[in-house]
């Protein structure tokens, strides 16, 4: 941003596309006079392809500077992007949100493949079984919704299962102990009250609660 600004450019708009940055980020190109937004599509990238055939339809997180909000606004709905408006201080939530769905389930499946090896299964079961339970949760959870696709120890209330099996992975792994530990308890906090999170106390969020 600060080499552009000192490119000797007339001011435009500026837009960048991290899911964490506020516009801010490009504060340099603000103070030359130019409009800066942050624009995310919430999508995931690992294949750029298919990310491409999958883009329609995709939320696209904007925030900034009005008119540079409003071309990206533009320029993302022109290609199938549902456009949205965020508040800067509400993005590490949201980003962390997309973080949780979308980069930690092939931790999840890593982890699981390398305990069931670690337990003797033939390694020509493990693929097919961790791809059987992606598939079959991910079918539960949209024709469900998260509440009524959660089973498992945690949400039955099993506690007795959940510590032996914490202790377990304490002894295989303390990261992957305090994981599953910490999903544990999110997991009966959903089955018992419909929502994974703590009540906030009748906080507001932090957008209205700046403002």
Not at 85 to 109: E, I, T, W
Not at 181 to 203: F, I, N, Q, Y
Request: hydrophobic share 55%; net charge neutral; aromatic share 6%.
């Amino acid at each position: 941003a600060a080499r552009l600004a000192n490119a000797g450019l007339a001011p435009a708009v500026a837009w960048h596309c991290s899911g964490f940055s506020p516009a801010a980020a490009l504060a340099p190109l603000q103070a030359a006079g130019w409009a800066a937004a942050s624009a995310h599509p919430a999508l995931s990238f690992a294949d750029p392809a298919a990310a491409q055939a999958q883009f329609a339809g995709t939320a696209c997180a904007l925030e900034g500077d009005d008119p540079a909000v409003a071309r990206a606004e533009q320029a993302f709905g022109a290609i199938g992007g549902r456009c949205f408006r965020l508040q800067a201080a509400d993005k590490p939530l949201y980003h962390g949100a997309a973080v949780l769905v979308s980069n930690f389930p092939p931790v999840l499946a890593a982890a699981a493949a390398e305990l069931w090896q670690g337990c003797g299964m033939p390694p020509e079961l493990i693929a097919p079984l961790w791809q059987a339970f992606a598939k079959n949760v991910a079918d539960n959870l949209l024709r469900l919704g998260p509440a009524a696709a959660l089973t498992g120890p945690a949400a039955r209330g099993d506690s007795a299962v959940v510590q032996a099996e914490t202790a377990a992975m304490q002894a295989r792994d303390p990261a992957l102990a305090q994981a599953y530990a910490a999903l544990s308890t999110l997991a009966a906090r959903l089955a018992r009250e419909g929502a994974a999170l703590a009540p906030s106390d009748g906080a507001a969020p932090l957008s209205r609660a700046r403002t």
